[in-house]
């Protein structure tokens, strides 16, 4: 079977940083997905790693070591609307995403 | 552009009744997904398909079945629903085996079975 594993849940003030760990053990690896998904809606992309190191998009990164079988995704300048699931997700094979059982992140004023 | 679509949205079954679900895209994607997300354990792969006419078992196939007779459509059937298939259903598609190609997900059938 598969292995990945995240924090049930995170709480962050407006502005701050917050950093979501997952590790994985996988039968394959093929890539690592990072999906956002607010309460009573569809998942949505984020981010993708398949090299070790760090990957920028605005206020997202997400960094991979594939050696360490690790993780994680950063959040800078929380805003209220970040308040959200975070999906950890592996490509297992060609076609086939195992995913992790998501971390809410909980914004504050 | 819809992207992808499921209907319906809600629904609520008795013990043994039957239902589909239909998936559908307008992106000529060639893979489609079913899943089905619990509280506290993620999404988990219930069939999937690799194009028109193919369909191929995910990691909790049980109790449902699977057609693509189109390659637009996935359709999810429960022939007879029990109390444990209470979830949010969501359908996903894909375009090709790129490394970087993501699926992009339905809003999700929200189904209760008493």
């Known amino acids: 079977g598969q292995n990945i594993d995240q924090p049930t849940e995170m709480t962050a003030t407006e502005g701050a940083i917050v950093q979501i760990n997952c590790t994985y053990q996988t039968s394959g690896f093929n890539g690592l997905f990072w999906y956002q998904q607010h309460a009573g809606e569809a998942p949505t992309f984020l981010s993708y790693?398949?090299?070790?190191g760090l990957e920028e998009k605005g206020r997202f990164s997400s960094f991979l070591s594939r050696s360490k079988g690790y993780s994680y995704l950063l959040l800078k300048e929380l805003q209220m609307k970040d308040s959200a699931s975070y999906l950890c997700a592996v490509r297992v094979n060609d076609y086939k995403l195992s995913f992790g059982a998501g971390t809410t992140v909980t914004v504050r004023a | 552009n819809a992207g992808v679509t499921q209907t319906p949205k809600f629904r609520v079954l008795k013990t043994g009744q039957s239902m589909t679900l239909l998936c559908a895209q307008d992106?000529?994607?060639?893979?489609m997904y079913w899943y089905r997300q619990d509280p506290g354990m993620g999404l988990r792969l219930i069939h999937y398909s690799v194009g028109e006419g193919t369909t191929a078992k995910g990691e909790v196939p049980d109790g449902y079945n699977v057609s693509r007779l189109k390659k637009q459509n996935f359709l999810l059937g429960l022939e007879s629903a029990a109390p444990s298939q209470t979830s949010v259903y969501f359908c996903?598609?894909?375009?090709?085996?790129?490394?970087?190609?993501?699926?992009?997900f339905g809003p999700g059938t929200r189904l209760t079975v008493l």
């Open positions: 992106m000529n994607h060639e893979y």
């Open positions: 996903a598609s894909r375009f090709g085996l790129a490394q970087r190609d993501t699926q992009y």
């Open positions: 790693n398949v090299l070790d």
